[in-house]
């Protein structure tokens, strides 16, 4: 194609061209060398990421709890009735409530609200005796608090500052780059600009590296049990192809015909095994379970949020809290972009606090009925969870677990169906984004070219397909994890940006209000 051609299409479709070509470029090339030299490679970024959670988790900490104090003084001040958006909201509360919480939770709180409180009872913190009762009163406490509002408040505050600049603002991209033209002054639409839109690129991609490489095993798992086939790479691979279509659909659909009813159904699912979970097990030890670690919690908030163990230096705090806050750091990009999309026509009090309490409630639900029910089969006998997670791993433990339900024959190709809708509705809101942030104008309301967003699911697809084939999953995982580094940067300048506009915009707010 001549390049006068190659212009007059790329203007049509409104690609920005470095971001689309210099983001598969930087996928394929840093794919290719992270496994190529995986030997090296694996050692080397899993030092890196160690050095960061132990060097770097003061700094985490403060930032996630700043976030939710700043979130909390913009919900219930006079900034929190600034709508986003003129009209009414775009999508129902249940809808936005459910693409929100399914687009940022996937399958991996499939996976540790059932496997996570164990780890803690074999690996408390506080220097707790491990498999003691005490350990027990933990288990699902940092669960809790793991996956409720310090986790959300890093997801929500990127939201609320990218839709101010979308509605608000009415700048017409979606990109990270864009969100903080207002710290970065003439600097936004610069070389400097596109770097961190490439960098927020990456960081999505490795955050679904982590989904696929807890949700297909985990889903192979319960297949192959079902099927009496053992787990294999073939098997791997056709659950990736099968999860394509489905999102590639749905992606293809956009959001009110695709994603929006694909949300839907997962939340209804989600909600109906949790629900016959809690009726069939131990109903009544889950509750006074869930209630004495949630009050654990409330109780000692502050404290879980700020632990760093340095005098026995025991790694609880960075093993896990820190290295959560950065993974979730590292995902808040692709979130804030996808939230902020569908938020049209709500305040910014609705904004934070729907993110914070659907985020938060979801997660608690499934801890308080499926951690709790892992507990309880571990505490009474009924069967040795910890052994299975040592011995067989994870998905293993999984399996067992679901086995000791009523009717496992029905629960086992449910819980299926569930995780392969929980990635699907992972995927197709950031085969939407990644389209969004490689799309140069996207106007309020409008989507990227669907052939756009074909594309990068096909690339997602190819790059999961090769990494499960050759291994390569937990590298891109780490790899992105380590993103977070500069995107603690990038929380610093949207907080400068968001108060800089909000000082600039809320006078005139304010005189407009009173003309009408």
């Known amino acids: 194609m001549p390049n006068n051609e190659m212009g007059d299409w790329m203007r049509k479709v409104r690609i920005d061209p470095f971001i689309f070509w210099a983001s598969l470029l930087v996928i394929l090339v840093a794919t290719v060398l992270l496994v190529i030299n995986r030997a090296v490679a694996e050692p080397y970024l899993d030092g890196l990421m160690t050095s960061i959670t132990y060097k770097m988790d003061w700094a985490f900490q403060f930032l996630t709890f700043s976030l939710f104090i700043i979130l909390i003084w913009l919900a219930l001040g006079r900034y929190g009735k600034i709508k986003l958006g003129e009209g009414k909201p775009e999508f129902s509360t249940f809808s936005w409530g459910a693409m929100l919480f399914t687009a940022g939770m996937g399958t991996s709180i499939m996976f540790w609200s059932l496997m996570e409180p164990i780890y803690y009872y074999t690996g408390p913190p506080f220097g707790i005796k491990a498999n003691s009762p005490e350990a027990a009163e933990w288990a699902v406490t940092y669960g809790l608090f793991h996956w409720g509002i310090s986790a959300w408040a890093l997801y929500a505050f990127p939201t609320v500052v990218i839709a101010y600049s979308y509605y608000v603002r009415k700048r017409p991209s979606l990109k990270m780059s864009v969100a903080l033209s207002g710290a970065l002054g003439k600097y936004a639409d610069g070389w400097l600009a596109k770097v961190i839109d490439v960098l927020v690129i990456w960081s999505l991609v490795g955050g679904l590296g982590t989904s696929l490489g807890l949700g297909v095993p985990m889903v192979s798992a319960v297949i192959g049990d079902i099927l009496g086939i053992p787990e294999t790479l073939g098997l791997n691979v056709i659950i990736v192809i099968c999860i394509t279509i489905i999102y590639s659909a749905s992606a293809y659909l956009g959001l009110q015909k695709g994603i929006r009813r694909l949300a839907d159904i997962n939340v209804y699912l989600a909600l109906a095994i949790a629900v016959f979970v809690f009726l069939v097990g131990p109903t009544f030890f889950l509750l006074s379970y869930f209630s004495n670690s949630f009050g654990l919690m409330l109780q000692n908030f502050a404290f879980m949020s700020f632990y760093t163990d340095p005098i026995n230096a025991g790694g609880f705090p960075q093993g896990w809290t820190v290295f959560y806050w950065a993974w979730f750091a590292a995902t808040a990009p692709f979130m804030g972009l996808f939230v902020a999309r569908i938020s049209k026509g709500r305040t910014i009090r609705e904004l934070i606090t729907h993110i914070l309490l659907w985020g938060s409630i979801g997660g608690w639900i499934y801890f308080a009925v499926f951690g709790g029910y ?143």
């Open 374 to 516: 892992s507990m309880h089969l571990e505490l009474n006998n009924i069967l040795p969870v910890a052994d299975i997670l040592n011995e067989h791993g994870g998905p293993a433990a999984i399996v067992e677990i679901l086995k000791t339900l009523p009717i496992s024959f029905i629960v086992l190709p449910f819980f299926v169906i569930l995780g392969v809708i929980f990635l699907s509705t992972s995927l197709d809101s950031a085969t939407y984004i990644l389209a969004a942030i490689a799309t140069k104008e996207l106007k309020e309301g409008e989507d990227p070219a669907r052939w756009h967003r074909m594309v990068w699911g096909a690339v997602l697809a190819i790059i999961s397909i090769s990494l499960l084939l050759i291994g390569g999953l937990r590298v891109i995982q780490t790899s992105a994890v380590i993103v977070s580094v500069p995107i603690f940067i990038i929380y610093i300048l949207l907080i400068v940006s968001l108060l800089r506009w909000l000082k600039e915009d809320y006078p005139l707010m304010v005189t407009e209000e009173k003309k009408k």
